[in-house]
């Protein structure tokens, strides 16, 4: 379910992580939220190669980063905004509302894409075949409502279908809840959620134990092509105030991207192993190997989705390009 923000601050604290502090830190010190899925494997290579660690030693400097998994992109937010985290890894929806709400202020922005993956809506409701189909009948399950990054994918496909005035007639059929509950909702049944709008693994493993789950809505559709979901993103202060770390972290990035895509079979592993998941290895390597997935820093078709919020007040600052929510890093050029 949906975390308050006193259950954020909680869980935080008990992990050791300082809450509601601002207040720059020493050089060598990175806090660094993900959520669940493929979608997060750069993170769980850099996680598991000790990439971080290799390239501050390489500048001298001994880093000792500290990693968090949350759900949704209104936790990982609020622990942004608290100062609990230096690098916060969600959906590019929670990052454009964290960019429009700290403009001028904390100044967040984008530091590298997690790369371009579709994600899926899949139900088992034999008479929803496209999300024009969906009534009271149906609960559609997201990591968060009117935040996540599935949220507003699901809004641009209402206003697609709608006009940007009907953008949230399908709202009202979405609930809250962390991707593996609603795998087990959607392969179990026995609740009121029979849709989910997952990510991989997630909705593979839907797709494969029940043969009555379908998709009826992939997300390169509504984008017109592929595009990057997930976004890491932090402060101005943050980037400025460490330098070394955080060219370290940008630079364990690449290398975990290079992996990836050089020996898959040895990102799979390392998947496994960092989320202790019981999933099949050849479905996994079938998506890593996928053309549709890549685990590029570098976003892609972004701005469809920004300005989108844009047009329908979900943000109050309308950006002119891709440039004005990611740094101008050079790992960053040429995002769209």
Do not use: C
């Not at 075949?129 to 009271?136: G, H, K, Q, S």
């Not at 968060?144 to 009907?166: F, I, P, T």
């Not at 962390?178 to 839907?206: D, K, L, M, S, Y």
């Amino acid at each position: 379910m949906k975390l308050s923000r006193r259950r954020i601050s909680a869980l935080l604290a008990g992990l050791g992580l300082a809450a509601f502090s601002l207040a720059a830190h020493a050089e060598g010190q990175i806090r660094i939220a993900q959520q669940f899925g493929i979608s997060y494997l750069l993170l769980h290579v850099v996680q598991d190669q000790k990439l971080i660690e290799k390239h501050g030693k390489a500048q001298g400097l001994a880093i000792t980063p500290q990693w968090l998994q949350l759900s949704g992109g209104a936790a990982i937010n609020d622990a942004l905004l608290s100062g609990s985290i230096d690098i916060g890894g969600a959906g590019i929806g929670p990052m454009l509302t964290l960019w429009d709400r700290t403009r001028g202020r904390q100044n967040v922005r984008g530091v590298a894409s997690l790369g371009n993956t579709p994600y899926y809506l899949i139900s088992t409701n034999p008479n929803v075949r496209t999300v024009a189909d969906l009534t009271e009948k149906d609960r559609v399950a997201l990591p968060a409502v009117g935040v996540s990054v599935q949220s507003r994918y699901l809004q641009l496909a209402a206003a697609k279908r709608w006009g940007d005035g009907g953008f949230n007639r399908l709202d009202k059929f979405t609930v809250t809840l962390p991707h593996p509950e609603a795998v087990a909702a959607i392969v179990r049944g026995g609740t009121e959620v029979n849709a989910h709008f997952a990510t991989p693994p997630f909705q593979e493993q839907e797709l494969a134990a029940n043969p009555k789950a379908r998709v009826i809505l992939n997300s390169y559709d509504v984008l017109g092509g592929p595009s990057s979901p997930n976004a890491l993103y932090a402060t101005e202060a943050f980037r400025k105030q460490n330098p070394k770390t955080y060219r370290a972290f940008v630079q364990a990035l690449a290398d975990a991207s290079k992996l990836i895509a050089q020996q898959p079979e040895l990102a799979a592993d390392i998947y496994l192993r960092v989320n202790n998941a019981r999933l099949d290895r050849e479905l996994l390597l079938k998506i890593l190997r996928s053309p549709e997935v890549q685990f590029s820093l570098t976003p892609q078709n972004t701005f469809v989705l920004a300005d989108f919020m844009a047009r329908v007040g979900a943000i109050r600052n309308r950006p002119a390009s891709v440039q004005d929510y990611f740094f101008a890093d050079a790992h960053l050029r040429g995002g769209s």
